[in-house]
């Protein structure tokens, strides 16, 4: 199992305390393309905010790749973010005063890599995603769908072994939705990433192989969706 | 590297307004620094200017009234140094320090040349002299040891005498090879010195031999100067002076710890308290520019503080993908290390083209004590150690500056960052 969680309880202390996880058990193997789906509120965030040693848990086990996440030092688990774990966010969260390319590049800087081979490397997985063109553009030149698509970039740049995306098409609209929804099979099929998307939306979810219900801080039931049939709305359309 | 500057510059670029005004409080700091020590020094260069312009291991003796009653004798009486107070400063219980002793006479008398005439102090004086007070000569020589053997009657002015004696806007050169006419005598100028603000500026020389036999001055002596070794310290050289005074007014049947029987005017301690004074100087000034430069750097802590706040958001975007607490450290330490270095570097050299300017100006200009001409500032300049030092302080400001934003920065956990706006 590439990702294994057991047992594992979150509850937030500012002010009223707040059970948030409680107690999560949950494997994903590699090369899974799973989506992870509840109501506002449910607890997908802070799930996949642990996930990717964002923010730490109580109590509980999780391993990547057999490694215990625990305790870690800041500089490890920085460690471990950049080399194993790509990030997708709703708000895109590119920085405003870089290009796209320098927004590309930015994790392979922090693994110390040149500055010739990150800014080709960049180039390159820009041109994989249609946006050669948009290199030297700045975030605010662009549509959301552009900025998501650098964020997916940026991302997949270090090569890691899980892409977590906490609701990647919250800020687009449908048609864009379903273009980013599609490129993240196409990239869990043809580079075998292991992808985890958080949404609440059903027709995103529908996107995946596999569908994890979480409702209350619990995982609930757990969907077999290679078939892309649990949306109402049919295999192919993203309802907003 | 390259990279941390980019970084740098994209953080200045996008704050223009604010890292310019930090920036002015740096440079107002250093500047005022700066200039402050240049004119500290320009100052002291002018007030001790005295201190380096004597070989400053001598000391001098002169006499005076007696302020206690001593041996059966009163108090207030005229205590006359003579010969026999340098056979006793020659002699064997001073010897370890005392190296050359020489003497000198002197008497007030009326110079003319043609029809101008002034007065001045004729000493009677040993070539040694020149040496010990590192006078200056303008033309031809100092009084030698033939003039001492063969009594001669020859005379060294000070620049401004001879150009008292000469018509107007010649040059005291002229006066070389000349006879003038010292009190009943005619003296052949053999020198011309630079005129001394310090010591005054009619003192002329002769040989010690011809004046003392012209004036008839026996054995009286004006004063008795002398060099000394192996007294390092300023209490070495008290002690020492209590011995010398202690030995003198003792031959001259005054107490033995009587000031004022006779004056020790000892060049070494002299200096040695001018040093201390300059250093006591030299400390509060730069006080007052370390204080006028901590403004500079809560300026640029101040805006760090704000900066890393704004930011918050992206260097939570920076950890998600990797950045090390280190590396947002690094960030902003580079920051503001940079815009303290920078604009510290302007201070400094606005400040160092304005001590240029005070040397052109108030440098130049003298103010008038006592008829006296004396520069108020001499040099206003800090060296190469100053600038160095100023470097030190730069970069150790700014690090200051950015620890605490920079720690700040560092320690907000990637999921709290993220969620700033
Ligand atoms: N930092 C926090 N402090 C306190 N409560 C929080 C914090 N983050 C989230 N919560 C609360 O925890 C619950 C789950 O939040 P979240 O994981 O963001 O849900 P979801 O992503 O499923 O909408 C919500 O009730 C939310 O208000
Ligand atoms: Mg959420």
């Known amino acids: 199992m590439l990702i294994e969680l057991k047992d594992v309880n979150k509850t937030y202390n500012n002010g009223q305390p707040l059970h948030v996880l409680k107690g999560i058990d ?15 509120g449910s607890g997908k965030s802070t799930l996949l905010n642990i996930l990717g040693i964002l923010d730490n848990y109580d109590t509980g086990e999780y391993y990547i790749d057999g490694r215990l996440i625990k305790g870690l030092s800041e500089k490890q688990a920085a460690d471990y973010r950049n080399r194993l774990i790509g990030f997708i966010f709703q708000s895109f969260n590119i920085i405003g005063f870089k290009t796209a390319v320098e927004n590309v590049e930015l ?43 650098v964020a997916i970039a940026r991302a997949l740049i270090t090569k890691p072994k899980i892409i977590l995306a906490d609701e990647p098409t919250g800020a687009l609209d449908s048609k864009t939705s379903e273009e980013v929804m599609q490129l993240l099979g196409r990239l869990n099929r043809e580079e075998g990433v292991t992808i985890i998307v958080v949404t609440h939306e059903s027709g995103v979810a529908n996107c995946t192989d596999k569908i994890v219900h979480i409702k209350d801080g619990l995982i609930g039931r757990i969907e077999d969706n290679r078939m892309h049939r649990a949306s109402v709305f049919g295999a192919d359309t993203i309802m907003k | 590297m390259r990279d941390i500057f980019t970084e740098i510059w994209e953080s200045v670029r996008r704050n223009k307004l604010r890292t310019s005004l930090t920036g002015f409080a740096v440079s107002w700091g250093i500047f005022m620094l700066i200039v402050l020590l240049g004119a500290g020094n320009g100052l002291q260069n002018a007030f001790f200017k005295g201190g380096d312009q004597f070989a400053s291991n001598t000391m001098m003796i002169g006499g005076g009234y007696t302020s206690k009653a001593y041996d059966g004798l009163k108090e207030g009486r005229r205590i006359s140094i003579d010969d026999k ?30 029809k101008k005439s002034t007065s001045l102090t004729l000493e009677g004086n040993y070539p040694e002299r020149q040496q010990m007070e590192k006078i200056e000569l303008v033309a031809g020589r100092y009084i030698n040891s033939k003039d001492i053997a063969a009594k001669r009657k020859v005379v060294v002015l000070p620049q401004n005498t001879a150009e008292a004696l000469l018509p107007a806007f010649s040059q005291a050169q002229d006066l070389l090879g000349r006879h003038i006419k010292i009190g009943q005598f005619s003296y052949l100028v053999v020198g011309i010195t630079k005129s001394d603000r ?39 050289n008290e002690e020492f002076e209590e011995q010398l005074r202690a030995a003198v007014n003792l031959r001259h049947r005054a107490a033995p710890d009587d000031k004022r029987a006779i004056w020790i005017w000892n060049r070494f301690s002299q200096n040695l308290q001018m040093n201390k004074v300059g250093a006591i100087i030299n400390v509060a000034l730069w006080i007052i520019g370390l204080f006028t430069l901590l403004g500079g750097i809560v300026g640029v802590s101040n805006i760090m503080l704000i900066t890393v706040k704004e930011r918050t958001h992206e260097f939570g975007i920076r950890k998600a993908i990797g950045a090390k607490p280190w590396d947002i450290t690094k960030l902003i330490l580079a920051e503001s290390v940079t815009i303290t270095a920078v604009f510290g570097y302007i201070g400094m050299f606005l400040g160092m083209l304005t001590c240029r300017l005070l040397d052109k100006t108030l440098g130049q200009s003298t103010v008038s004590i006592m008829d006296d001409q004396i520069a108020m500032l001499v040099n ?20 200051i500056a950015g620890l605490f934003p920079a720690r700040k920065a560092a320690r907000v956990r990637p999921i709290e960052a993220l969620r700033a706006e």
């Open chain 1, 26 to 40: 949950l494997s994903i193997d590699k090369g899974e393309f799973v989506s992870i789906m509840g109501a506002s």
């Open chain 1, 107 to 149: 994790p392979l800087f922090y693994q110390g890599v040149s500055r010739s081979k990150r800014h080709e490397m960049a180039m390159e997985y820009l041109d994989r995603l249609g946006l050669a063109d948009w290199a030297t553009h700045y975030p605010n030149e662009m549509s959301g769908g552009q900025k998501q698509r």
């Open chain 2, 85 to 114: 107070d340098v056979k006793l400063i020659e002699g064997d219980a001073f010897a370890t320090n005392v190296e050359q002793v020489i003497a000198t006479v002197s008497t007030g008398e009326t110079a003319s040349y043609g």
């Open chain 2, 198 to 236: 310090m010591m005054g500026n009619n003192m002329a020389a002769a040989p010690f031999s011809t004046i003392k036999t012209i004036y008839n001055k026996g054995e009286d002596l004006d004063d008795i100067t002398f060099t000394f070794h192996g007294l390092k310290t300023e209490k070495a």
């Open chain 2, 380 to 399: 206003p300049s800090v060296g190469l150690d100053v600038a160095i030092e100023a470097t030190i302080v730069l970069i150790v400001a700014g690090s």
